[in-house]
Every structure is written in C-alpha cells, then in structure tokens.
C-alpha cells in the first residue's frame, strides 16, 4: 500500500504519537498487602518507546534510600525488582506521615506500572504520571465487597505529597480507623511523604467511598483493597489502582465485563450534587456528593454517561480472582500508542474501547490483522459510536517479559489488560491516557501540532481536529487571522500565510486546551516521490533490501535532496539504498524528496520480513561425557511445529536424523539447520561434543575370603587411572591406592577414575567374611592313675569347630568336643585343646593345662588296738586322704573322717578307704579287740637280736586314751628308756649298747577311756 501527502512533508516522517500513560515523572504511594495471603514480589515494569531512556528511583523523604539507576533500550520492557526494599516503600502504618512515596524520573518518556506480583495475591497499579496529580481527588472504592479476614486484610487511600508544606484536608464520608467521628481532617506533609487512611468497617458499604480530599499543592493518591471475596466463592485477591483528580474526571464510559465465574460491579461516585447517572440510555440515579451507584455488568459491555464527571472504580477478573481498576473516560481521551509489560505466562487479555471508525486501523507490534476488525462489538447504548474488542494473547506472539504495542494511526483507543487467571491472582488496568486535554487531528498526529511544517506555494492545507461537538472553539494566526470554523483551510498555501497557528478549545468535558503549529517555506510542489524494490518480502538473516529512487519533477527542477527513512529512522541520500533488518516485521519504507525551491514529497511502502525459525537448541546432558554415556541434542523451540525441514550435522556432514532430539554417544561438531513453511531457513551454531576414555579396572582374587579373628586380608586391584575402593556401597575415605589391606568382612568393590571424571567399576566383587577364631579353654580335676578324668570344653562360639586333644601321655590324640581320659602312670602332665578352622587354616589357637596323675599309695594293716568296753575311743587312720569313708559303719560316729570315734562290746576289723585330692584310693585295715577293762598288756620277755621276730618290748594298751608315759628300769633302778608314744617301743639298747640279758622293770601311767588315771608296773626279760 502506497500512501501519498500532496501538501505535507514532515507530518509523514516526523510525528508522534499521543502515548499511553507516559511521561518522564511519576510519583506513587505504595500500599501494604497482609504478608500471611501474599504480598510479594513487588516489580516497577517500565515500557520505552521511540528511544534509550535512563530511569532513576528514588525516595525524596529518605536519604537513605540509595538511588536505583537503570538504563532502558527504546521499545523494550524492563522490570525493577523491589522486594528487598518493601520493608520502607510500603505504606504500612495509619494515620502518621511515612517517609516512603516513590519518585521516578526518566531522560525520554516512558510508561510503567507497579506490580504486587505475588501468585495468590497481588494487583497492578498503572501509574499516569502526570494526570495522577491532582489538588481535588473524589476518592472511589469498592462497596460490597468483604474482606477475607477483617482486621487483618484491609482497605486503605494513600495520599503522597509532590512538594514540600503541603496542606492536605480530608472530608470522609464514613469514620476512618484511628479518626474518630472528625467531618475535616488536616494533614500537612513534605515532598515525598506518605499518609495512608483505614476504613474502620468490616462492612463494605460503611467505606468511605466518595471522600473527598483537598491540597493547596498536587498530590497523588492510591486505593487498595487487601484480600476481597466475591459472595459464594473461596477466592481471596486484591484491587487497587492509583486515581486520577476529579479535574480529568469523565462523563462517557465504556465497562467491558471481564471473566468472572459471577457478574462484574462497578461503582461510580460523583464530583458535583444532582449528577444524573444513565446506563445504556437508561436512567439509573440521581447522584449528590457522597452518594454512589453499584452497577452489576453481565453483558459483554455497558455504555455509563452522566450528567457531570464522575469517578469510576471497576472491579473484574478471572472465576473469582479479583482485580480493580480506575476507567478512563471517553470524551477527549485515549491514545494512539499503549505499550505494556506482559509480566508472566498466565493468560494476558486486551481490552480496547475506540470509536468505530478507528477499528479498521490497529497494529499490534507493528503487525496489521492481529486486532482485527471484524472482532470489535459494538457497545450497548451507545447509538453504535463506541466499539470494544478483547483478545487473549497467545505466547507465541508475545512472551512474559516482553512489550504488548498497540497502536492506531486514525484514532484514540484506550488499553486495559487483565492478566492471571481464576486459579491465582488477577492483575487489572488501563494504560490509555486519561487526559482530557490533548487535542488530536484526523489528518496528522498529535505532538507534530507543535514542529516547524513546511508546505509548498499553491497547496491546500486543511487541519481537522476531532473534538466534543458541545465546545466552543476558535482558530488564530500571523496577520490577524481568526476563525471560528472547526477546520483550518488555507486552499492555496502562500507567504502570507507563514507563521503559528492556535487553535483553542473551551467548554465541554475537555476545558480550555490550546495547540500550535507553525507553517512555513511556501513552495510550489511540482515532484512526485517514488522508488523501487528489489524483492519486497525477504527471509530474516540473509536480508538485502536495495531501494532506487524513481522519483520524477513535473517542472524538470533539479532534486538535490534524498532522504530515507527506514521504519522510522532517517537514512543517507544516495539514490540506492541498501539495508538489512535486524527483527521480523512489515515495515515502512519512506522516501522524502526536495528540489531546488525546497519542494517536497514524500512517498511509503511496505516491506515484510519473513521470521526465520528460531532455533533453542538445549543439552540434556554434558557436552563432554564419558564413553557409554551420552547426551540428548533437543530442539526446544515452540516454533518446532511450524517447520518444514529438519537437517542435523555431525562434523559439516549430514547427521541421519530429521528428528526434533538426537542422542549423542560420539565425539564430533553437531548442529542444525531448520526451515519453515515460508522457505526461511536457520542453522545453528556448533556444538562440540567430546568422548573421554573410560579407565581400565580388575579386581584380583584374594588369597583368602575370610577375614579371621580381624588379622587383615591384602587385595589388589589392576586399573590405569585412579582407584577408590568402596565397603557396602560406601566409599572408603582415603582408601585410593591399588592395594588394600582390610581387617572386616563386607562387600568390596573398587572404581577407577581418569583424569577426565571417567569412571569404571570393577565387574567383580568381593565378599569376605568375619571369622571369630575361637579362644580355647577347659578345665579338669587332677586324677589317678587309671583313673578315668573328664575334660570339660569350655570353649564360647559355635560347635562345628574341630577340637583337637593332646593329654601329653604319648596315648594319642582325641577330637571329641569334652573327652574322658585315664592316665595308666602317675606324673605331671601337659595336656592341650588346639581348634582347627576350616577358612582359617593359618590360624591354629591352642590352650595348654597341667594335670597331676597320682600313683596310689598301697594299703597297710594298723597295729591291733585295744579298746575298753563300753568306752568311746578314737581310732585313727592315716592322715594323707581329703575324704575317708570306715567300713563297716556300724557303732562307729563320724565314719568318713579320719578319726572316727568307736563305741562297742564286740571286736572289729575295719577297712578304711583313703581317697587322696587327685581321686587316688588306699584301703587300710585296723582290728580293734574290745576288752572289758582299761589295761595294758606288757610280754614277759623279748629278743631284740635282729632276726625280725620280737625284737622290741612291744606294750598294748586297752582302753588307755592318753599315754602319760612308758619306762623301763635296769635293777639298779636306772631309767633306760621313756615314751609317751603308744607306738614307740624299746629296742633293748641305752645310749647305743645292747643291754645284757636281765629282767627289766617297767611302769606306765596313762588316762583310760573312763577319763581316770590308770597306773601299772611289770617285768619283762630280756632275751638273747
């Protein structure tokens, strides 16, 4: 398409379009959000637009605050995060100034808004910059709606101040938490500083909606509504937004119902007593100050006029997420350009009101037939005049982070958008500006109203503003020239007529605006501008647009002039150009031309450049691996399903593969080349892969697989990189040399690692066991020879042991577990128990005792004792046993011990058995005579002549339990032998010699078995 300005030269190249909210000064109050649903993070999203600009945020009440600087490429977005300064940027105290508003600055204009981006709860609040100031505010809010949690989650207005000593006077209409019943409340408040005001009641119509606030200096002030319910359902979310003074206050809206699960409510207060309220033509009330309507929207959209401005908050949103916005009005606002921040991936719905002669004319991102005309509905009740359209925008054509641009070269418009969706949060506003005091043209764009226009002799200039039909207005310029006529018409363009023009509007919802524009260089325009194109849509990448001037002068004047402007910049002057573009898009190609006598003419069209298929390639994986291992080479690219062609390389040679994900298992350079549908075509950057060799390892077999008794066991492993052994899946620490000595049972593995990370496992384990060796021990009674003795094991563990018996006799060995033994001679003997373990044949442990073997010592026969009857007498054996056991027993007390006492009339033999500690037996025999008195019994005569036959003079004693004494006398009564010994006797010598052969007196004295003392004397011959 192709479009021609006959008259005008710099309208084409040079204008501007009226912006969204934009500006180079914002202020804003921030609100506080209950932290227990949500209320962070908390983002400033900025949108530039025909240039670079840098942003400064500041506090001007707090000098602590550092100043955040950022630097913003022209048509991009940007977000700011400010959660780290919520504790000093929200408003969280009532009713005492806080050091907390918000300042941005910019170098060029910018658009932003403030972001609760919390993903329960949150709202956006789209900042107007200079339409936010005000010194009269009628403040809107919401009216029957409850709070989640009352007090916790609360409604709140907060004023910030833009200058110093600024006087602020509050009329509420309800009481305000922490006010009382006060009808006036005066604030005063520096440059920056904040004051914030509570509604004191849980009942939403007991806000103190329709309060009014004055200021001798401009103010801005932010509504919020923390955690409001709609009635029936279990969703909790936030509305607010920042209003706009009752001076840009509007009289005409367009409500477009948004996606609740219930229906939308609007609420409208007026700034001025007796204000008719119409819906769709119909009146609904009469309004005074302080008063409010509760519109219920369930219709696609409802067209609200009224009789004086009013102030219009208007809650919507997705199910029952809520969200809140102040609607601009209609009559004089809007914009031609509205950039906005797409801030995540949730739906991201565009609502647009617009006349209905503006809907044939909307780009979005510089791209025809996306807002398409034939989706517009026309407003109800608003005789077909206003139009409304909303559109879900689709990830593939605009991505979270990214700017949304909408624009119209005909007509104003105003944008709003609701983001989010009924599961979480709803973020909610309007962009468009709400000023009512920029004038906009049919036939060239707003902010061109002020730039030097140039025109040549003889054109017909004619500029037509579009303004409410009910005000009044007048044109002036050079010369005196006046007129009330809505148009300016100069036919025939001269000298005379150089100079500013103003045009004036009074009255009407738009007061008095005023606009100039200074027309010059009267000229004769005889030239027609044209060129040509070499191919008018081109792939993006390989792109090369040549442009020739065909340009042609009807007066055959000289052109001296060329100047390109390629989508909106200003090129060289060369008859050909050549360019490449940087982004895909259809733009605008233009040509201005001036000859000789400074006459212009321009001309456009159109070139489209074809989106190449973006490619993401992404690694499942590591670009180098190890042998066996692999990664997956994936297209990720939404695009994906859009292509024609897929082609994969491996070393510039083509890859057998047209699939979106190859596996990469070896070493080389892999890329890809894709196509779409429109033959554009994309090929990747390398990507190198690279293999590493995995190490070798084996494991050696060990020369044991028990570990026994702890005593370690060496194993050994063959590898070429590094080794580390592991125990029951662990790693040993430090354990990394190819040996290891090991002292417990467990499963042994080892790894080996390269240089590169490269692991290999063993392909063998190793299980060894824990052998607890046994400690030997036994204990026995020392015996008798022939005696059998009982070697008890005492060994602790397990049975299956084989025990191994040595009794040091020379008799052999035994292998039972507890053996019986008899030794066959007497002695001391080393007898061992050694224990052999099947898997610990090393490892022999043996225990070694003494035994005593005794040999018996053989029985006697005692001398003959000789007993009184009826007497208790001792007998007596001998004295080498531990236990005697007298038979028989009979009259005898005290039979097993060695000394039993014996009382009886009859003579008996007894046999007394001796059992020594080793278990050895003697039998004695003793004949014990019983006589009937106490006696002693000496023979007459005896022959000590050595011939073993009565060699001594032998005495019996008969009942004598104690020998006193024994004498023998020569006859010359010399005492030759004494004893008290009832078993010693004389042999027949004194001092040594014999004695001759003689009668010998003897004498005894003992104490009998009566206990009395018995006396007797004899003689005894001496034989030889």
Wanted: glycine letters at 8%.
């Amino acid at each position: 398409m192709i479009h021609k300005f006959f008259f005008s030269v710099f309208f084409l190249f040079f204008f501007q379009f009226v912006f969204s909210q934009i500006g180079n000064e914002f202020w804003f109050a921030a609100p506080d959000l209950q932290e227990r649903h949500g209320d962070d993070p908390i983002i400033l999203r900025i949108s530039t637009h025909g240039e670079d600009a840098k942003v400064i945020i500041s506090q001007p009440s707090n000098n602590a605050f550092k100043k955040i600087e950022v630097t913003v490429p022209k048509n991009s977005s940007y977000s700011i995060d400010l959660t780290k300064f919520k504790h000093i940027i929200e408003c969280d105290s009532i009713n005492k100034p806080q050091n907390r508003g918000l300042f941005i600055q910019s170098s060029c204009k910018i658009s932003c808004y403030y972001d609760i981006a919390d993903a329960l709860n949150g709202d956006l609040f789209s900042l107007k910059g200079i339409n936010s100031l005000g010194e009269k505010f009628t403040v809107p809010q919401q009216m029957s709606l409850s709070s989640w949690n009352y007090p916790l989650y609360t409604s709140n207005f907060i004023i910030v101040a833009t200058e110093d000593s600024t006087t602020v006077k509050v009329y509420p209409t309800k009481d305000l938490a922490g006010q009382g019943s006060k009808k006036e409340i005066i604030i005063i408040l520096d440059k920056g500083q904040t004051y914030s005001f509570e509604n004191i009641s849980k009942i939403p119509n007991q806000r103190a909606g329709g309060t009014i606030v004055l200021s001798n200096k401009p103010i801005a002030i932010t509504i919020k509504d923390d955690s409001i319910q709609l009635p029936g359902y279990g969703c909790a979310d936030t509305a607010g937004d920042q209003l706009i003074p009752d001076d840009l206050a509007g009289n005409e809206f367009a409500i477009m119902k948004g996606y609740f699960f219930s229906s939308d409510r609007y609420f409208i207060f007026p700034i001025e007593d007796s204000t008719k309220v119409y819906v769709n033509g119909i009146l609904k009330k009469i309004l005074n100050k302080g008063d409010y309507y509760e519109g219920i929207l369930n219709e696609n959209a409802c067209f609200v006029n009224t009789s004086f401005p009013v102030q219009i908050f208007h809650i919507s949103g997705f199910g029952c997420e809520i969200g809140g916005a102040i609607l601009p009005g209609l009559s004089c606002t809007g914009s031609n350009v509205v950039n906005v921040n797409r801030a995540t991936n949730q739906d991201f719905f565009i609502n647009i009101i617009t006349k209905k002669e503006n809907i044939n004319d909307f780009y979005f991102n510089g791209l025809p037939n996306i807002i398409r005309a034939l989706d517009f509905v026309e407003v109800n009740g608003s005789d077909g005049s206003w139009m409304v359209y909303r559109k879900n925008i689709p990830l593939s054509q605009l991505k979270a982070g990214q700017t949304a641009s909408v624009s119209n070269k005909v007509g104003r418009f105003h944008l709003g958008i609701i983001h989010g969706d009924e599961g979480s949060t709803t973020r909610y506003g309007y962009f468009s500006d709400f000023s009512n005091t920029t004038i906009v043209f049919e036939n060239i764009e707003e902010s061109v109203c002020d730039a030097l226009s140039s025109y040549c002799y003889g054109a017909s200039i004619q500029l037509n503003p579009k303004i409410d039909k009910s005000s009044s207005y007048f044109w002036e310029g050079p010369n005196k020239f006046y007129t009330k006529d809505l148009n300016l018409n100069i036919p025939s363009f001269s000298e005379k007529d150089e100079g500013y023009y103003t045009f004036t509007v009074i009255g009407g919802s738009c007061g008095v605006s005023k606009k100039r524009i200074y027309l010059t260089k009267p000229e004769v325009n005889p030239l027609v501008a044209d060129f040509n194109v070499n191919q008018a849509v081109q792939c993006f990448g390989n792109n090369l647009f040549e442009f020739q001037d065909k340009s042609i002068s009807a007066n055959a004047s000289d052109i001296n002039k060329r100047q390109w402007v390629i989508a909106g910049d200003k090129k060289n002057y060369t008859e050909v150009f050549k360019t490449s573009f940087k982004d895909t898009g259809l733009y605008i190609i233009g040509l201005l031309i001036e000859d000789v006598n400074n006459c212009r003419d321009t001309i456009e069209k159109y070139v489209r450049i074809l989106a190449n298929p973006r490619i993401d390639l992404k690694i499942n994986g590591k670009p180098a691996f190890c042998a066996g291992d692999s990664s997956v080479l994936s297209i990720s690219s939404s695009e994906v399903d859009n292509l024609n062609e897929i082609k994969w390389f491996k070393d510039n040679v083509v890859w057998d593969s047209i699939d979106t994900d190859i596996t990469v298992k070896q070493a080389g350079n892999y890329q890809v080349m894709i196509s779409n549908k429109d033959g554009c075509a994309t090929i990747s950057d390398q990507f190198p892969f690279e293999v590493y060799d995995n190490p070798t390892i084996s494991l050696l077999k060990p020369l044991s697989y028990f570990i026994c008794d702890s005593v370690q066991v060496t194993l050994n492993a063959v590898t070429s990189g590094l080794v580390n052994w592991y125990f029951n899946g662990q790693p040993i620490v430090g354990a990394t040399s190819s040996q290891l000595k090991v002292h417990r049972g467990g499963v042994y593995e080892v790894k080996a690692f390269s240089a590169k990370g490269c692991m290999t496992l063993s392909d063998t384990k190793i299980i060894l066991n824990n052998i607890n060796v046994p400690k030997p021990d036994f204990s026995f009674i020392n015996s008798c020879v022939q005696v059998p003795v009982t070697f008890l094991n005492e060994t602790k563990g397990e049975d299956n042991y084989q025990y191994i018996w040595d009794f040091g006799d020379g008799t052999g060995v035994s292998f039972n577990k507890s053996p019986v033994h008899s030794f066959q001679k007497s002695g001391l003997f080393n007898v061992s128990l050694s224990i052999e373990i099947e898997e610990c044949p090393e490892q022999v442990p043996i225990k070694s005792k003494k035994i005593q073997v005794e040999q018996p010592i053989a029985g006697i026969r005692y001398p003959v004792m000789n007993v009184s009857k009826n007497y208790p007498q001792s007998l007596f054996a001998r004295k080498f046993g531990v236990t005697y056991d007298w038979k028989p027993g009979v009259d005898l007390k005290g039979w097993n011990a060695y000394n039993p006492i014996y009382n009886s009339k009859m003579n008996q033999e007894f046999l007394i058995d001796i059992y020594t500690a080793n278990k050895c037996k003697t039998t004695d025999t003793l004949q014990v005579n019983v006589f009937e008195k106490t006696d002693i019994m000496v023979p007459e005569a005896f022959t000590p002549n050595n011939d073993g036959v009565n060699d001594q003079l032998i005495f019996y004693n008969i009942g004598i339990t104690k020998l006193k004494y024994f004498r023998i006398f020569n006859r010359w009564g010399q005492l030759l032998f004494e004893t008290t010994n009832e078993n010693s006797y004389w042999d027949g010598t004194f001092n040594g010699v014999s004695q001759p052969i003689d009668s010998y007196v003897w004498m005894v004295e003992g104490v009998g078995s009566d206990g009395g003392t018995f006396n007797k004397r004899g003689q005894s011959i001496l034989i030889r």
